[in-house]
């Protein structure tokens, strides 16, 4: 427990200001995926985190921001995809690293965030975008390893398949319910490779045409 | 407009107890694709329905037994894959009709319900269970006819498969935000029955075999 009314020392990275820091945005996780984000407030994250109301205030400014600073850092270590030597497992890889993800207290959180009014939020939104825009281009290393590896149609569109990796994961999350599971993420990292190396994803599709193998 | 001061005729099915029925369902629908769940209210829905609160509170007792109805309503019809004769036109036609209804007012009603504190009412959910079980067993058909045709393995997990199918359309619906058009639709088609011929869907995988075609 961090207290704002205990004496402060000298500012330096990861010290008392880092931690309170650190308090405050795990206290607003916990809150969030506890009891919504109707139920959120500045208050219980106070008192959650043993860290002032005011502290909270002068430094986030509101709950919006300060949810949206609690989201960026849930989400700042990305997932770096695993180079394996073989498409499929570097997909299977990486899809359990996400279904990991979504069973722990980040899945709890995005739920509890996308499936709430808080989606509408600028800050929350903005975390959204900047997810898909950073993450995205690291993922579709996986289907670039394979395309150099001659294993799928050199124009194969990896945005499209990294998105059909973990779209019945998110899926699951957020509309079935039901368990993911690392048997699910490897059906869904075979289900992937093997569209991709049919040329399901290739660019030169037009919606109608057949599919194509190299 | 349906108002309840106008005088009562003899009830019948399809007379004024069933318009004012599906003026208040389709005002209710209406008022949370606008304006979302947090502000819906029963007295909005009267006043774009043009039927009295009381009436609404009377049949129906509550908003949340309310938005339950009006869901209901909105899912009624299911969409029955079309029998085209082959795995991928089959998948391409089912695909293209859910990304038609989710770019329809569907899928601004089910953003706005599944985005927000609405999903977590025991009315909203009860719809939204009852929907995968009656749904599934319709859309796993086209696997099944594929199955008998000796398209894909015997064992292919059909449930698993179509879930395949409409999760990237979901996907963009409550998450990426892009386009759910036509060419989109054809891609989650081609990838699936690329999949579902390869054998990725097949009960015989422990989550670590390789890929295996029949």
Known sequence: MTHDSSPAPIPRPGG????I???????????????????????????RSGVHKT?????????????GA????L??????PADTGALESDLGSYASDIAQMLTGETGRVLRAVIGSDARRLDAVD???RELFASRRPLSEQIFVRAQRRGDIPHDTDATAAVDFLVAPLYFRLLLSEEPIDEAFARQAARATAAAARAGA????????A?????
């Open 201 to 208: 994803f290739a660019r030169r599709h037009d919606g109608s």
């Open 210 to 214: 057949p599919c194509a193998t190299r």
């Open 70 to 73: 609690a989201l960026e850092s």
């Open 126 to 128: 903005g975390v959204r």
């Open 21 to 47: 820091r650190d308090a405050v945005l795990a206290a607003t996780l916990a809150e969030v995926a506890d009891r919504g984000y109707t139920e959120l407030s500045i208050g219980a994250i106070a008192e």
């Open 75 to 80: 989400t700042a270590t990305p997932i770096a």
């Open 55 to 67: 502290t909270i205030y002068r430094r986030w400014g509101s709950l919006e921001a300060l949810l």
């Open 16 to 19: 008392r200001s880092s931690r």
